[in-house]
């Protein structure tokens, strides 16, 4: 059983640098995706990173100022996010794509196991 869970959510200021945590068990072959909700809105694609950790994407919007990093020893995935802004105010959540041979996907329905969210604030 796969199972997926964040942390490191928290309230920071803008201008202020966070790193997210996204540890996985069950499974080491994985494509691994950050994805983020904002309250009344829908979830949105964020970063994803390829199973052999070659290939990584990001939305426009972070590009730049959020990278996404993979711990392989132990299974963790991270993403660092600086420069915060109010706009990434959200619940950030974490999953895993296990069909490996298909290219990176950044719609959240391709993605198996989920992570049960981790709530950033971004205020002044």
């Known amino acids: 059983q796969v199972q997926v869970v964040e942390s490191g959510g928290k309230l920071v200021r803008p201008g202020d640098s966070l790193r997210l945590s996204c540890a996985v068990s069950?499974?080491?072959?994985?494509?691994m995706g950050w994805f983020r909700q904002a309250l009344g809105e829908e979830r949105e694609f964020v970063a994803v990173?390829?199973?052999?950790?070659?290939?990584?994407n990001y939305t426009d919007s972070v590009r730049g100022r959020f990278s996404i990093s993979r711990d392989s020893v132990n299974n963790i995935i991270y993403l660092q996010m600086d420069n915060l802004k109010p706009d990434d105010t959200a619940v950030y959540f974490c999953a895993a794509d296990v069909d490996v041979r298909l290219p990176l996907r950044r719609y959240s329905r391709a993605y198996d196991f989920w992570g049960q969210g981790t709530q950033v604030t971004v205020s002044s």
């Open positions: 069950g499974r080491t072959s994985y494509h």
């Open positions: 990173m390829s199973a052999d950790s070659g290939t990584i």
